[in-house]
């Protein structure tokens, strides 16, 4: 992925990686936008720049469960750009769990539109030259709230919020990043 600008960018690689009840894991391009890019390289806005879901059918052939969004893997440039990281996560009020059908913004009912978005205070600035790994929560936690469960943890996952990673999540930034 290149950082954006003219010329010849340095280049980083982002994967998001689902894994099920069963233990099936997946490593895919975020979200899912790769065969728009053919045959090029693209920009690392056009990757972050929708929302990805938390949740999706496990790529496993025979597998039925939902597997959710676990780890956020990211290999910077070892160049003078600094990589930042700031994931923020939306889970919508009364929406449906279809993981497939949820993922259209589009379709969603003005009743849909509340929604409980959890993020990180501020952006970390990654290592340059290095592998970062975000580890994210099984369960995500709101100020007064219960727990908030994907389809792939809910007891119900019919009854499951749908979720999602929002855009915007990954950035490259002007300047040094921490050497690594």
Not at 17 to 45: D, I, K, Q
Not at 73 to 85: C, F, I, W
Not at 147 to 169: C, H, I, R, V
């Amino acid at each position: 992925l290149r950082g954006g600008g003219g010329g010849e960018a340095p280049r980083v690689w982002v994967g998001c990686e689902y894994e099920c009840r069963h233990g099936h894991r997946a490593v895919v391009a975020p979200p899912h936008r790769l065969a728009e890019a053919r045959g090029a390289v693209p920009l690392l806005s056009q990757l972050v720049g929708g929302e990805a879901p938390l949740a999706r059918p496990c790529l496993s052939e025979g597998c039925a469960a939902a597997a959710q969004l676990q780890r956020i893997y990211v290999r910077t440039p070892d160049a003078p750009v600094g990589v930042e990281l700031r994931p923020r996560v939306r889970f919508e009020s009364g929406a449906a769990a279809d993981p497939l059908a949820a993922a259209d913004p589009s379709a969603r009912t003005p009743a849909e539109s509340s929604a409980a978005v959890l993020e990180s205070s501020a952006p970390v600035l990654l290592p340059r030259g290095s592998l970062v790994v975000l580890r994210l929560p099984f369960l995500y936690y709101a100020d007064g709230s219960p727990p908030l469960a994907t389809a792939a943890t809910a007891a119900e996952a019919d009854a499951a919020p749908a979720s999602f990673l929002l855009p915007g999540w990954l950035s490259v930034v002007g300047g040094e990043g921490p050497a690594g």
